[in-house]
């Protein structure tokens, strides 16, 4: 390990900081999705028509785009990511 990344862990522990593993990710569809944007206060609506398919904000985005935007909210709140249920 680099000494100077060592360092920064050793400082980090020292100050009484915690390592926590990052949850597994939680299964969702993209209607869940949508709904966990919506009691963050996002509106997102599905809109066929190209690759783009939901709006979001007045603005037209991916079914990826929304999952980055729910997972943001959720390590915030420290839950566990959204991953799409196939």
């Known amino acids: 390990m680099n000494p100077v990344d060592e360092k920064a862990i050793e400082e980090f522990l020292k100050e009484g900081r915690q390592v926590q593993k990052v949850p597994d990710h939680v299964p969702a569809t993209a209607h869940e999705v949508i709904a966990y944007l919506a009691g963050c206060g996002i509106q997102a609506r599905y ?21 980055a935007l729910a997972n943001r909210h959720r390590l915030t709140q420290g839950l566990p990511p959204i991953a799409l249920r196939s």
Not at 47 to 67: F, M, T
């Open 47 to 67: 809109h066929p028509g190209d690759q783009r398919a939901y709006l979001c904000g007045n603005k037209r985005v991916s079914e990826q785009w929304l999952i």
